[in-house]
Structure formats: structure tokens, C-alpha cells
């Protein structure tokens, strides 16, 4: 397991940043709902919540607490439903095809791992909560889903059987639209 005090102080203020995500969506989604959101920009709006539910910090919805939100969803759940559309494939196509051909994979049982194999062991990472954010203390705004990484670690009940991966966030997100469009698919071809 990962776990150090900064470890645990960035996991804090992942569910922190998530939880002002989640709030600016559901303020602004009443917003529209009610009939305002003609009468304000976007400009305004972000000005008057921000000062509302955290006066003098910048609080940017687009966050790593959201992002991380979005592969707990994305990851956990549609592995956990549609499994068997995941393909027991290492091919480079098929880890291309996955987002996963730029995923840095280390298992020392599985040399080759495949793309049921690596999204298994990040689905138990992120289920035992093994991740870690690494932001460049030099990352540029525009470039922000390249540089920042996931390190995602499983050890399963044999010390040995050990899988580490390190992905961009956009190589993660693609991994999440992969996911969902196969199980949406899925889902519209038994309508």
C-alpha cells in the first residue's frame, strides 16, 4: 500500500477538490434549473460561488479530486459490471486500442500483461485506495492531462505477485471512454 503523510494529506485533498466539483456542478445545474442562467456568464457565476464556499482561494472545478472521481466511476464500476468485454489481449494494438500502450507496467508475474490483466490490477488499486498523483512541480496549464501521473500499485496475496502502473491522466480518461463506449455498445445491442 502507498501510504505517507503526504500520501494521505494529497488523498484529503483529492476528495476535497472532488467534493467542490460536485458542488459547483449541482449550484450551477440549479442555476439553469431555476430560470438564472440567462441573467448571469459563467464569469460571474464561478465569481459569486467561489466567494460563497471558499472566499479567497481559486478553486478550479476541472480538478484531480474530480478526475479522480471520474476513474473510480469509470474504472471500478464497468470493470466490475462488463468484465467480460474487456479482451485477455497484450498485443500492441489491443493496449493501443485500450489507451494503455503508453502505461508504464511493472509485474514481475506477468511480463507481457494484457488489457483485462492491467485494468484488473488498477480496478484493485484503486479499490484499495494504493494510488498516488505526481503533478511536475514545473507542469504547464495547457499540458496538465500529459504530465500529471497516476501511479497505481496491487500486490495480491502472494508478496511476490507485485503490478505497478504509471499513466497520464489522458491516457487514463481514454482507458474510461474505451470502457464505457464497449459497455455501452453492449448495452444498446440488447435493447
Known amino acids: ?25 449541482k449550484d450551477i445545474s440549479d442555476c ?6 440567462d441573467k448571469l456568464t459563467v464569469k460571474n ?14 478553486i478550479i472545478p476541472f480538478n484531480l479530486g ?8 469509470g474504472i471500478l464500476l464497468t470493470k466490475e459490471r462488463w468484465d467480460s468485454l474487456i ?3 497484450a498485443t500492441p494494438e489491443a493496449l493501443a486500442e485500450w489507451s494503455l500502450s503508453c502505461v508504464v507496467v511493472t509485474a514481475p ?6 488489457v483485462k490483466y492491467i485494468i484488473r490490477r488498477i480496478r484493485n488499486a484503486l479499490g484499495h485506495g494504493n494510488i498516488k498523483i505526481d503533478v511536475p512541480e514545473d507542469a504547464v496549464r495547457d499540458q496538465l492531462l500529459e504530465q500529471v501521473k497516476f501511479e497505481l500499485f496491487d500486490v495480491s496475496r502472494d508478496p511476490a505477485d507485485t503490478f505497478l502502473a504509471v499513466a497520464s491522466v489522458k491516457s487514463l480518461i481514454g482507458l474510461v471512454r474505451k470502457l464505457q463506449s464497449v459497455a455501452h455498445a453492449d448495452i444498446r445491442s440488447r435493447q
Not at 500500500?1 to 456542478?25: C, H, P, Q, R, Y
Not at 508475474?109 to 494484457?114: C, G
Open 1 to 25: 500500500m502507498i501510504k505517507d503523510f503526504e500520501n494521505e494529506k494529497d488523498a484529503i485533498d483529492v476528495v476535497t477538490e472532488s467534493m467542490f466539483s460536485v458542488g459547483f456542478l
Open 109 to 114: 508475474m506477468k511480463p507481457a500483461p494484457s
Open 66 to 73: 474530480i478526475i479522480t472521481s471520474y476513474l473510480y466511476t
Open 87 to 89: 479482451p485477455d489481449d
Open 45 to 58: 457565476f464561478y465569481d459569486q460561488w467561489s466567494q460563497q464556499v471558499r472566499p479567497g482561494h481559486i
Open 32 to 37: 439553469i434549473s431555476e430560470g438564472n442562467g
